[in-house]
């Protein structure tokens, strides 16, 4: 029989792999012996994931916050001091908190704005990280000014570019060290499937395999194919969720019952021209956040939506709609919340690929309610 060549890689469901004496090593010199360790699927995503990204490497684990828990544990020693965006995916900063109280690694928040990264780095820094655009107001950090003054510290720079992805922008061409996706999120896109990487450039570090080991956070191989089935339709969903975003922020900004849009998208953002020069394409993501007023209109939009999904995710082919104060941002304590413009009336929306027309329609009537 001539040898079977399938249009896509086949899943590897396996826990063990046949070893002899010494185990098969892999191109990148790791044994595949055991799932928790090296699995060929997983291999297959990764290779595909550092393709997209304009990355030499990638390791994928079974959540994004399991990637940055092993970069945590991989660079942050007793006495280190890492600098970390005040706003940001709130379980990264809650982890980074803990670690500091229990390993003596000093943690320092900035404001999510070029300078104000800037000025925390000093020569104490081991490892600073960035969001390239924030949760939930969606702030878009000059990642280039970042990474200058890190090079002049020798300082690790860590970029999470889930909300941008590489369609937009690739962080580790303008000095980044290391990309982190939630691969949930727009790269799976289709909100059945968890998942989250590392990415870099250079020698292939195997101490992060190492770590990734240690700690058991490899993705399992059905995610790893799921993820990567996933990945096929991405430029095609962001593009489309992206123009939606764009539509509907314009929708929002116009609006009587809306105090405040944050979108990169807009003209008048005042993130609007570092995105500009940032992004590879006249495109700004497809999360749009809103102000409503108060906590009182917040629970009633999220209460009268119909068609666009109430749940703490983005990037899916679902729209979803999220009250940050009670889900990503409430680890920030109410004085940050209030400097980064988190108010109690603040909505995000994960735009998805339903109808345009449909979704302002819902969003049209979820605000007539709204006092």
Known sequence: M??????????????????????????????????????????????KLAKLEGADNALAF???????????????EAGDEAVLSMEGYGTTIELARLIGRRFGVKIRLAYPRAEDIVEEINERTKLVLIETMTNPTLKVIDVREVAKRCREVETILV??????TPLLYKPLKDGANFVVHSLTKYIAGHNDVLGGAILWNGEFIHDLWNWRRRLGGIIQPFDAWMIERGMRTLEVRFERQSKNAQAIAEFLSEHPKVKEVHYPGLEDDPYHEIAKKLFERDLYGGVVSFDVG????????????????????LGGVESIVTYPVKSAARYINEEQREALGITEG??????GLEPLDELLEDLDKALEVVK
């Open 294 to 313: 108060n906590e009182s209109n917040a629970i009633v939009f999220l209460r009268s939506i119909k068609k666009i999904f109430p749940s703490p995710s």
């Open 62 to 76: 079974n959540s994004g916050i399991a990637a940055i828990a092993t970069l945590y544990f991989s660079f942050l």
């Open 159 to 164: 970029v999470d570019n889930t909300f941008v």
């Open 346 to 351: 603040l909505i995000r929306l994960s735009v």
């Open 2 to 47: 001539a040898r079977l060549k399938p249009l896509h890689e086949p899943l590897y469901l396996t826990a063990v792999f046949r070893q002899v004496g010494e185990a098969y090593l892999t191109p990148r010199n790791t044994e595949l012996k055991y799932s928790r360790e090296e699995n060929p699927t997983v291999l297959n995503l990764e290779n």
